[in-house]
């Protein structure tokens, strides 16, 4: 039987973190757990970036003015943006994504469609699926929860995504999508703005299903070519394809240690670690990268940075490693350093065909062989399962707090 692509009902699943910036706040601060938290500038014009659960039960939300916020609910605990610690917090949910899909459109930080379409006979249905990407997300992350939607639409998906927020999972099946948006207010629609509400509440309409019961051409007369695509979405009908992030330009790993560390012997452990785990962040991305950098940062915050570009293109630990390396002895070491981390760039993906048939290098092949063998075991067991033997030793010093991020340059 063949199955024809287009025709396929396709499976949609839509994450974003719950209240973000105030969740890894109150990860990393124990004692704010159960809080009204809100971050957000301080000066006098400031505004909300976002709150926590427990202060928006004061009526809290984004972009008020903090004034306000704080009007509201004086108790709140108020911290600044750490922009740093919610990338990395970012990467490590879609790092989780990308082993369920390889098909993964990030939206902002917190937020990105998986298209799980053919997956089932993997993962489970599409609730079973989201079930343990938030378990693995909860894992990878600390402790950071995520609701999740899912249809067989991008638009119902995201839609049903903020339906049982936080922590909550909201699968539309087809059969349901129309009783599911119907009751929904018209600011539901996506691209329904504030001008566009108030266009569409004048003429009476507030619901999605009032919208969807009225026709194209009077929603085209109301609202232009957006009325028709409001119209469409109302119906259920949205044929937008989930886009892979391709504009992720580097893909790298960063450990900030919990101690100091000094001179060559010290960083190279650290380095390839940070090579290792690099090169499986490209190859779970299928890609392979033609530069290598490396970036350490001294113990007063000064960042020191080298790269160089491979002879060819690389997505083993050993290769990474190797260039890593060579590029620290271009480097001044005699600092004290808090962090030390990787980079691959210049990405492209991986095309074995050619590659793998014109050149064939054994040692390639078998240091290929070898590192999808160990992402074979670790996809199976866990992190744990199998570590080089310097990773063991360092990581059992518990001295390394592990900051992945991938690099947007
Ligand atoms: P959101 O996902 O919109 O909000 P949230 O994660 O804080 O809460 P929830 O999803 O549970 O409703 O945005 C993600 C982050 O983006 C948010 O934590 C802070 C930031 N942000 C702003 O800085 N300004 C804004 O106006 C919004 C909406 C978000
Ligand atoms: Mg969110």
Redesign the pocket.
Known sequence: MTTDKKSRIRVILHG?????????EQRDRPELVGKPVV??GTGARA?????S?EA?RFGVR??MPMRLALRKCPDAVVLP?DFER?RAASEQMLDVFHRYSPLVEPL????AFLDMTGAEGLFGSPRETARRIRRDVFEATGGLT??MGGSATKYVAKVAC?FQ??DGITIVPQEEVLSFLHPLPVSRLWGAGEKSRKILEARGFYTIGQVARSSKKIMEGLLGSLGAQLFELANGIDSREVVPDRDAKSIGKEFTLETDIRGREEILPVLQIAADKTARGLRSKGLEASGVRVKLKTDDFRLLTRQTNLSRPADSAAQLFEAAAGLLEKMPLEYNFRLVGTAAFNLKPKNKNIQGCLFKDPAREKQEKLDRAMDAVREKFGEPALRRGTDEALLDRSEIKNKTSTEKS
Do not use: H, I, N, Q
Not at 108 to 111: A, V
């Open positions: 974003d973190m719950d209240a973000f910036f105030a969740a890894v971050v957000g505004v909300v970036s976002t709150a659960y928006r984004s972009a943006p919610y902002s930080l917190d937020e995520l609701s903020d927020k936080p």
